[in-house]
């Protein structure tokens, strides 16, 4: 008779209401998370100071400048020079202007040979790049051609850079 009464006992706790709350049924979903990045390019310049030109030294005057992109990974990118803003000036012939009406003509390039004009076009005379998310350097090669024969005086010009991606 013991027996018998412990399996009733067992019987009545199992029907007892706490019992059902550890036999609840469950169900499950599932949802998505999501985000979009977008390409993102950014390009910083230094000026190019090509110093003090002497046309009697018979050389080129040789200077250089820094160009620093920082792009999304991955992102293929395309460095351009404009002509400047010297009047009559191109992306192959390009002029700085001085008082009183004098001209020095220079020339970008993106190779140390100077023999890559850089300029405007893209896939033709740009320089091209794939972004990693960090800085990357590109350096511009100038060059005043020797013996031009100007006025004394200060010479400007200005450059736009700009990246397409």
Not at 16 to 28: C, I, N, R, Y
Not at 52 to 79: E, V
Request: aromatic share 8%; charged share 10%; hydrophobic share 35%.
């Amino acid at each position: 008779m013991g027996m018998k009464r412990f399996f009733v006992v067992l019987m009545v706790i199992g029907m007892m209401p706490w019992a059902a709350l550890h036999a609840q049924q469950t169900a499950q979903t599932t949802f998505r998370v999501t985000a979009r990045v977008n390409a993102l390019c950014e390009i910083t310049a230094t000026d190019l100071d090509f110093g003090t030109y002497t046309a009697q030294s018979g050389t080129p005057l040789l200077g250089t400048t820094l160009l620093r992109a920082t792009c999304t990974p991955n992102t293929t990118y395309n460095i351009g020079l404009n002509e400047g803003t010297s009047p009559g000036a191109t992306v192959n012939q390009r002029k700085m202007v001085g008082a009183p009406a004098g001209v020095l003509n220079y020339q970008l390039y993106s190779d140390a040979t100077h023999n890559t004009i850089w300029g405007n076009t893209t896939g033709t005379d740009t320089v091209t790049g794939v972004g990693t998310g960090l800085t990357q350097d590109h350096t511009v090669f100038g060059s005043v051609p020797a013996s031009q024969v100007i006025p004394a005086g200060d010479y400007t010009d200005t450059i736009t850079v700009r990246i397409y991606y």
